[in-house]
């Protein structure tokens, strides 16, 4: 499986500001998958990555607010713009494990992010 | 849409105590099916998978099988230890959309 290093770790910001999120895997892989979780909830996709064209984003998800940037095939950054309280999450990067979906997926360790 | 649905939580058992966590999806095609989970502060790690009907996917004593008609892929485990407490998340992928569909999530603790 793909070893992935994702940060910062976490970070507390002030509201208004933005912060870019960093994820860089140890192989080349195709898409790259950014997700968040809320508190006490589950995953959410906000998008997926593809080098060389735009990220697609979920229903509920604006590229305005969650820009990426996806400049080579291992190597994504995430930014959460315009921070509110209401981004405080964990927001993990995830790629795809050798041999295809039924393989299943690597996630980053997530970078908690707190919002005042 | 697709979706996964977990049993509500949280799921508090003494040690050697015998664990269920139940795991129904809705999809439209053949999807495969996962359990991750997450251990307090750490990010999310594969437990084990099933790809086709009837697999069971095993990893650290849990087990998981794969029941088409159904609709579902039941977490077990025969004897839970304390370093058993995480998260547990079920989830499915099909092909051609690529990305994970997550359950809710159980949050599980294990007393000594």
């Known amino acids: 499986s793909a070893v992935i290093s994702q940060k910062p770790s976490r970070d507390i910001c002030q509201r208004g500001t933005s912060l870019t999120i960093q994820c860089q895997v140890d192989?080349?892989?195709?898409?790259m998958f950014w997700y968040r979780q809320q508190p006490g909830q589950s995953l959410t996709l906000i998008a997926t990555a593809n080098q060389g064209s735009e990220a697609t984003y979920e229903s509920g998800f604006v590229i305005d607010k969650f820009p990426i940037s996806r400049p080579n095939l291992t190597f994504s950054t995430l930014t959460v713009s315009n921070m509110s309280p209401e981004d405080s999450s964990i927001y993990l990067c995830?790629?795809?494990?050798?041999?295809?979906?039924?393989?299943?997926?690597?996630f980053g360790s997530g970078t908690r992010l707190t919002v005042v | 849409g697709d979706s996964v649905t977990q049993m509500e939580g949280p799921v508090t058992l003494s040690e050697e105590a015998f664990l269920t966590i139940n795991c129904t999806y809705t999809a439209t095609g053949y999807p495969s099916l996962f359990w991750y989970v997450q251990y307090p502060g750490e990010g999310l790690q594969l437990l084990l998978k099933?790809?086709?009907?009837?697999d069971k996917g095993s990893n650290k004593g849990f087990e998981a099988t794969y029941r088409k008609e159904t609709t579902s892929f039941h977490l077990e485990k025969g004897s839970v230890q304390v370093s058993d407490s995480a998260v547990y998340f079920c989830?499915?992928?099909?092909?051609?959309?690529?990305?994970?569909?997550f359950g809710q999530g159980t949050r599980l603790t294990i007393n000594p």
């Open positions: 192989s080349q892989v195709t898409m």
């Open positions: 099933a790809t086709k009907a009837d």
């Open positions: 995830s790629v795809e494990n050798d041999g295809g979906t039924g393989y299943g997926y690597t």
């Open positions: 989830a499915l992928s099909e092909a051609y959309a690529q990305k994970l569909v």
